[in-house]
């Protein structure tokens, strides 16, 4: 199969135009076809989730060891990256030392990082998939072909675009507020008291951490705080239950723009929206991180230096840090 694959694409290399032909009748395919996935998910475990099942299905959770916290754990951090993220445990060292500079800085807190926002059952793109073997190659792909990663930015984008959309939404959203609680309960066991959740997102990840928000507040005794790092998003879902959400932006990063463009729920005249509701009552906010684009070596988890001993992650360590919201530690 993927012999065959890297055929077709030496094909399509012959000609722009019927590269952009057959791009446009996937985009066509896929988006009438994202949301089957979702419903069939629903179909499944919707009705366990309703407790409409009669032997509904127990999980155990064993907790992560390696993470364990004493009493003082008040916070849970949790991280869902942008269109680019493959699985659920697909980390790029720039996040990895983003997130475990915050910890340090919080102890009071605990990070998630093992949510794929960009499946409602939380299963990655190499898992039990009918198209995981094109997952894979497009994943995996080197020098030119490296293009084909693209594919995945594509299908991920069109769940982005299911969490946004009114009629498939509630259910999709459903599903990542269900496994953000479980990848919680897996990092260490959710305690009764009132906690601090602080939902990290970049790119299409932010407009999914706003849909779950609704199902977090109203299964957990917390505090929703979203932390939007370049993010794309709509204005309807998530500005009410959260308490507060910050949108924090590069200098030059032009991609983040791109939802206060399309979604007409974040222009300044529609004053009912739950967006401009929030930006009114104070419980939005924007702010510059610095010299960041939008992604790569200069982006939020940029390694490279953007002066002198200060890299790009430094630079979203520092702006996420001054934010409010850890006032309560």
């Not at 190659?137 to 594509?154: D, E």
């Not at 479980?182 to 932010?206: C, F, H």
Request: proline share 5%; aromatic share 10%.
């Amino acid at each position: 199969m993927l012999q065959l694959l890297a055929k077709i694409i030496l094909w399509l290399r012959g000609g722009s135009l019927k590269l952009l032909t057959i791009a446009l009748l996937i985009l066509l395919v896929w988006g009438t076809l994202s949301p089957v996935g979702t419903l069939i998910w629903w179909a499944d475990e919707g009705v366990q989730l309703l407790g409409l099942k009669s032997n509904p299905k127990i999980t155990s959770v064993t907790p992560n060891n390696t993470t364990s916290k004493s009493s003082q754990l008040s916070c849970y951090i949790v991280f869902l990256p942008g269109v680019g993220d493959f699985s659920a445990n697909q980390l790029t060292s720039g996040e990895e030392i983003f997130l475990k500079s915050l910890i340090a800085e919080h102890p009071n807190c605990i990070a998630v990082s093992d949510v794929f926002p960009y499946s409602a059952a939380n299963e990655s793109l190499g898992g039990k998939r009918v198209l995981a073997p094109l997952w894979e190659f497009a994943n995996r792909a080197q020098g030119w072909l490296a293009v084909s990663n693209v594919i995945i930015k594509i299908r991920n984008l069109w769940r982005f675009a299911i969490s946004a959309d009114p009629r498939y939404g509630p259910i999709y959203n459903q599903g990542i507020a269900t496994a953000i609680i479980d990848r919680m309960n897996a990092q260490q066991p959710i305690p009764e008291k009132p906690l601090q959740v602080v939902m990290v997102g970049t790119s299409g990840g932010v407009q999914v951490a706003l849909g779950a928000a609704d199902y977090l507040k109203r299964n957990l005794k917390a505090e929703i705080s979203i932390v939007s790092l370049g993010g794309v998003f709509a204005g309807t879902n998530g500005f009410t239950a959260s308490d507060r959400v910050y949108h924090l932006h590069g200098e030059f990063d032009w991609v983040e723009n791109i939802g206060a463009i399309v979604f007409p729920s974040r222009w300044p005249w529609t004053v009912g929206s739950p967006f401009n509701q929030a930006r009114l009552q104070n419980r939005y906010g924007v702010a510059s991180s610095g010299a960041h684009a939008h992604d790569g070596a200069k982006g939020y988890f940029g390694e490279n230096l953007a002066s002198k001993g200060v890299t790009y992650v430094d630079l979203t360590l520092q702006a996420v840090n001054q934010l409010p919201i850890w006032s309560a530690k």
